[in-house]
C-alpha cells in the first residue's frame, strides 16, 4: 500500500533491520520506479552542510564554496528521496524542510529564485522520535509530515522464520558479486542462523554469510563448519545463558559435540551449570583445534582461568 501511495513514508527500526533496502523497495514498487532514488545519509551533519545537501548552493555563498551544486532534492524530481537516519538532521533545517515538503519549493543557499521539485520522501530512523520530540531535539509537526505511512521492521532475533529467505537473498547477491555459482544451504547450516540473537540484525547476517561463502568457494552447499570460529562459539555462549532453558530443561551433547536439550531435568542450578561449563570448554579447545592462544582469543578468558577449568573438568593432556 505505501509503495504505490503519494504520501511520505517513515521507516523505523534497531541499526541493521535493512531500514535501507526496505526503502528501495518502496521505490521500486512504486509509480516512479524509473525515476532516480537519491540518498541522503543525516548523521554528523552540520545544519549548513545539511542545507548545502539537500537544497544546493551558489557559487561564494559559504566558504568552501567555488562553484554551483544541484542540491539533492531537485536531483530526486519525479523519484524518491530518501532521508536516512532523519532523525539526526539539525533542528534548524528540520524546519527548513518541512516548508519544503508544505509547497515543494526550495531556494538554494546564495540564491534569489525558488526551485521546485516532485519527489516522494521516505525516511528511516533507528531512534524513538516521540522521545526526541518530547526533548526537543525533532519537531512534532515534521513527524506528521513523514508518518503518513509508518512501516516499523523488528530486530532479526524476533523474525527467526524469516532468516531463511534472507539468507538465501544475501547468499544470492554475494555469490553475484564474486562471480561464482550460488550456493545452497544445509539445514544444519540454517539452523545454526536461527539459534542466533543477531545484535547487529541483518547488516550482521549479511557479514556473516560472506566470510562463509569465501570459507567454502569450492563447495556448493554451505554447512556449520563454513561459519567462523567465533560464531560457533556465541551460539554455545547464547545457549547456556538462556534463562528459559536454565529454568525448564537440562542438556547434554551429541557425538558431534552439539548441545541438545533432554526430557529428565538436572536437579539443581549447580549441577546444571557445572554440566554446561564442561561441555563449554570442551567445544571451546575443539573449535580452537587445540590451541590455547586461539582459545583464549574466542572465550576472553585469561591464560590462568582457561587453564583452571580445563583441569577442573579433567581435560587437560595428561588427564585425559
Not at 566558504?63 to 524518491?80: F, N, P
Not at 524546519?95 to 526550495?106: A, D, E, G, H, I
Not at 590451541?291 to 582469543?297: F, G, L, T, V
Amino acid at each position: 500500500r505505501a509503495a504505490n501511495a503519494f504520501g511520505s513514508v517513515l521507516i523505523t527500526g534497531e541499526t541493521g533491520t535493512g531500514k535501507e533496502l526496505f526503502a528501495k523497495a518502496v521505490h521500486a514498487n512504486s509509480p516512479r520506479y524509473n525515476q532516480p532514488f537519491i540518498t541522503i545519509d543525516c548523521t554528523n551533519i552540520t545544519s549548513t552542510l545539511a542545507e548545502s545537501l539537500l537544497f544546493g548552493h551558489c557559487k561564494g555563498s559559504f566558504t568552501g564554496a567555488d562553484r554551483d551544486s544541484e542540491g539533492m532534492i531537485l536531483q530526486a524530481d519525479k523519484g524518491t528521496l530518501f532521508l536516512d537516519e532523519v532523525g539526526d538532521l539539525p533542528v534548524e533545517t528540520q524546519k527548513s524542510f518541512l516548508r519544503v515538503l508544505q509547497n515543494k519549493s526550495f531556494r538554494p543557499l546564495g540564491s534569489a529564485t525558488d526551485q521546485y521539485s516532485d519527489f516522494r520522501l521516505v525516511a528511516a530512523t533507528n531512534k524513538n522520535l516521540q522521545k526526541e520530540i518530547s526533548a526537543g531535539r525533532f519537531r512534532e509537526d515534521l513527524y506528521f509530515r513523514l508518518s503518513t505511512f509508518h512501516i516499523h521492521l523488528p530486530p532479526l532475533r524476533q523474525r527467526k522464520d524469516d532468516i531463511r529467505l534472507l539468507a538465501a537473498y544475501c547468499i544470492e547477491t554475494i555469490c553475484k558479486e564474486m562471480a561464482i555459482t550460488t550456493k545452497g544451504m544445509s539445514g544444519d547450516f540454517i539452523e545454526a542462523l536461527r539459534k542466533y540473537s543477531w545484535p547487529g540484525n541483518i547488516r550482521e547476517l549479511h557479514g556473516l554469510l560472506r566470510a562463509a561463502v569465501a570459507n567454502c568457494i569450492g563447495e556448493s552447499t554451505l554447512f556449520p563448519h563454513a561459519l567462523p570460529t567465533e560464531f560457533r562459539i556465541q551460539i554455545l555462549k547464547d545457549r547456556i545463558s538462556d534463562r528459559d532453558e536454565i529454568l525448564n530443561g537440562s542438556f547434554s551433547s551429541t557425538p558431534e559435540g552439539e548441545i541438545v536439550e533432554t526430557r529428565n531435568p538436572i536437579s539443581t542450578y549447580k549441577a546444571f551449570r557445572l554440566h554446561s561449563e564442561a561441555l563449554y570448554v570442551k567445544q571451546l579447545m575443539e573449535s580452537a583445534g587445540g590451541n590455547i592462544k586461539k582459545a583464549i582469543s574466542v572465550s576472553g578468558m585469561s591464560r590462568a582461568r582457561l587453564y583452571q577449568l580445563l583441569q577442573k573438568h579433567g581435560l587437560l593432556p595428561g588427564q585425559r
